[in-house]
């Protein structure tokens, strides 16, 4: 099971600033978005395709455009190495037909960004090869 | 030095349709039973190019795969300019038959993906008596949720939004490569197609109240990929149940479009599919 933390969005952000893709497709995105997992809401600053800042201390010092919103399960499948059908792809979980992800806000900005968007939430699914990178480091 | 040619031919062709000249272009590879292939929405007929070069198909089929019009090589009708592009079930329908006797074909299978295998079930329906058999891949009775006016959007850049919000219809166990083909192609179509072509699969094909009307005198297969979230497995075999003598296939480890995402995996389910067309072999499936 993953646990959504700090350790694993610092993890996130290391995996989507170190993609050699990233900076290419993600030039023009320039924009926070909410990621709800759960219970639980962080606030994702993109600057030109970087991750500039991941927050769950909420207020109105964090802005956010759009919100990607779904149970823990839903992201749990979705970040698995062969994540299962209905759960690969954000907009499989949003389609009116599944109702597993919500999409909120200005969603304008989502479809604007959305090859970058899709991209970053993919390196979701290395967090956990770079965890086990760094336990082997520290055993060493 | 020979150079590598591939054993495909491609051509254009005049279908005289509804007052318009269409200028289509085609492509096709082998001898036997006409095998006419359809794209899904805002593609076109590049997608069925493993097909084409597939000798175990082409020695028994004559694989014919088109550009619908506006898309490909088959350019718009003069005035489109002037039109909000709506692709209909009658058109669609009508246009395919169309193309068929532009080209003399006597009886031929006809196999389209998504909203080609919808199309299929209004052929059934209509043109049973001008048809060998159908094989509607990634289809189901009602397909609604695809109608999104951010597909047409002057603030959103056509081609990644309308190539992006598809690539995950395609299965995480599909080659990298063939996935990202699947997604150039969804980037190169004219603005406004993919949108007008889903007005086609998501609100004007609702063929619930018709699956019931068909007949069963032309040979049915349904067959659809595990990973597609627009038309699930359990409504492409909702479907084949209420219409006579169909019959679903359900595909593993594939999503939306099996030639293209993945065709070796595609190819354990359709040969069989096949050969039961040709009178070889004993049903559909792998």
């Keep these: 099971m993953t646990t959504f933390d700090s350790r694993w969005m610092n993890s996130w952000m290391d995996t989507v600033n170190s993609d050699l893709v990233m900076p290419r497709i993600g030039r ?113 | ?61 004559r694989v014919i795969a088109f550009d619908m019009p506006r898309h490909g090589k088959s350019i718009p009708p003069v005035g489109f300019e002037r039109e909000e592009y709506r692709l209909t079930a009658t058109f669609y329908s009508e246009f395919v038959m169309a193309f068929c006797d532009a080209l003399e074909l006597e009886r031929p299978v006809v196999m389209g993906s998504s909203m080609g295998g919808n199309i299929c079930l209004h052929i059934a329906l209509n043109f049973e008596e001008k048809i060998r058999a159908l094989i509607a891949i990634e289809a189901c009775d009602h397909s609604p949720g695809w109608y999104i006016s951010w597909l047409e959007h002057p603030h959103v850049h056509g081609g990644e939004a309308c190539a992006t919000s598809v690539y995950g219809l395609m299965a995480p166990q599909s080659p990298d490569e063939y996935r990202w083909e699947t997604w150039w192609y969804y980037a190169q179509g004219g603005p406004g197609i993919f949108k007008g072509d889903l007005y086609f699969y998501s609100v004007d094909h609702d063929f619930r109240k018709l699956n019931e009307k068909i007949t069963g005198n032309v040979p049915l297969y349904l067959m659809t990929g595990v990973y597609d979230f627009a038309c699930t497995p359990e409504m492409t075999e909702a479907t084949a149940q209420k219409i006579k003598g169909a019959e679903s296939i359900i595909m593993e480890e594939i999503g939306h479009f099996p030639m293209s995402e993945n065709p070796v995996t595609f190819k354990r389910y359709l040969m069989p599919v096949l050969e039961t067309i040709r009178g070889v072999g004993s049903g559909g499936g792998a």
């Excluded at chain 1, 759009?66 to 949003?94: C, G, H, T």
């Excluded at chain 2, 030095?1 to 318009?20: D, F, K, N, S, W």
């Design chain 1, 28 to 140: 023009y995105f320039t924009a926070g978005f909410l990621l709800g997992i759960g219970d639980e809401e962080w606030v994702v600053s993109m600057q030109r395709g970087q991750i500039e800042r991941i927050t769950d201390n909420l207020s109105i010092e964090t802005p956010w455009s759009f919100a990607l919103r779904a149970p823990r399960e839903s992201w749990e499948k979705f970040v698995q190495k062969i994540p299962p059908p209905m759960y690969n792809d954000i907009w499989a979980m949003a389609h009116p037909l599944h109702g597993r992800l919500r999409m909120d806000g200005d969603v304008k900005v989502l479809w604007q960004n959305i090859r970058a968007l899709t991209w970053m939430l993919a390196c979701m699914r290395q967090v956990g090869d770079r965890e086990v990178v760094e336990q082997r480091a520290t055993r060493v």
């Design chain 2, 1 to 61: 030095m020979t150079a590598l040619h591939e054993p495909v031919t491609g051509r254009y062709v005049y279908v005289p349709h509804g007052g318009h000249e269409y200028r289509i272009y085609y492509e096709e590879a082998g001898d036997g039973i006409p095998l006419v292939c359809l794209h899904t929405a805002g593609t076109d007929a590049r997608e069925w190019r493993h097909q084409l070069n597939d000798a175990d198909i082409t020695s028994h089929y």
